[in-house]
Structure formats: C-alpha cells, structure tokens
C-alpha cells in the first residue's frame, strides 16, 4: 500500500520515548530529549584513508540534505580519523624539519657542506620510495606509521655516517677514494647488514598479525629499515665517489 507516513505530533513522539528501555534512552538521547545518537557500523575491512574519505561523504551529504536538523558527525572514530588527517597534513613538515635539522648539526661537525649532505641524500631517497611503496600494496599512513617516518631518519642516518666515517678514515691512510670506499663499505657494510636484517626479521613478525594498525607498523618498518640499509650500501658509496670526481676529494684526505 502507498501513501505518505503519518505526521506525529511532539507529544506522540515524546510518550513513543517513554516506551524505550531506560538502558538505550540513556546511551542515546539526552536527558531532555533535545540530542540523540544515531551509530551505525563501518565496515572493518576499510583502510584509515577510505574510512576518512566515507567520513567526508557522510559530512557532505549532512550539509545537503540535514537542512532543518543540526547534525555532526562524533565518537571516538570520528575523534580518531580527524587525528590522523591532521598528522597526515604535517606530514611533510615534519619530515622536511628533521632533514634541515640533521642537516645542521652535521655541517656543524663537519664544516663541510658536502660531508653534511651526503649522508642525507639517500636517507631522502628513501622517505620517497617508502609512501610509493606503500601506494602500491594499497596500504595508508596511521599514526604509528607516520611516528615511524621520522624514526627513520635517525637509523638511516646512522647507517650512512657510519660507512661515511670510515671511508674518511681510509681516505686519510692515503687510499684513493675506490678504495677507501671498498675498504668502508666491506668492513661498515657486514656491521650494519647484520644490524638491519635483524630488524627486519624481528618487525617482520608483525605483519602476520591480525591487527591492521599493527601489521601497516610492521611492513612499513620492515620495508624502511631495508630501503635504507640498501641506499647506505649502493647510493651512497655511488654518490661519494661521483661527488669526489665533481667536486674534488675531501677536505680530511691526507697529503
């Protein structure tokens, strides 16, 4: 049968109140029936990012068809997909600062440009393979993981400086930079291979478990943790020796 639904008045609707169990009416509507709750279910299978975007569906259509209502989108997801939108937005702030900060405090020790931007060159490449690689499994940044990015600039910077070192070291010893970088990279290189494969295979566990934001830290600790341990072992042997042939040895090469 058609027709159009009956009108109730405020009356009838506040005594079909009184027949809901004081239970729900607690949880769901304020005390003077003036605010209620209306939840539904998300999907759990939807990623941080497609849940963001169904979120701002959902306030879009709000704006559209809510016209005599005052309605809002609230709760702990809401609380926590607005969270993880304003850490996304600085995102790049904040991986651009910790670059200009170690960028500081090595041309500090090292008071050479050069000496200070080559350990970070790779360390770069890498926060730019990492959000690709992570495109392409259809993973999303959340909390833990964006917290990680800036984590890894201190350990891939750690693997770089200390091939660095000792490639300056064996550059002093009057070695030509091949072979001070050969020595480096064999002698540094068994150090710090050891040290990453470790890691890796410890965080690797934790991407067989069936928390998602748990497994997202995982892969992506695994997968930062080996980008940089390979740019420290070939990107940046490659660029001291096209850096030597450009701009000259290093000023701590002994005469």
Known sequence: MGGTPKQQTQTEINEGIKTI???IRGT????NNHYTMVQFKVDRSLTTGQQRTLMHHINRDLKHHATTLD???????VMMLVGVGNMV???TL???AGLAIIAIILIAVYRDLKMALLPILPIAIVLGLSPLTLHLLGESYNPLTIALSSLVLGVGTEFTILILERF???QQLGKSTEEAIIVAVTNVGQAITASGLTVIGGFAALIF????VLSSFGLITVLDTLYSLIAALTILPAMIVIS???FGGSKNKAK
């Open 94 to 96: 904040i991986i651009l």
């Open 168 to 170: 300056k070291e064996e």
């Open 21 to 23: 169990p004081g239970t």
């Open 209 to 212: 478990t069936s928390f998602p």
């Open 71 to 77: 309605v809002h989108p609230a709760g702990d997801s």
């Open 89 to 91: 937005a600085n995102h």
């Open 244 to 246: 030597d042939k450009w």
């Open 28 to 31: 769901m509507l304020s005390k």
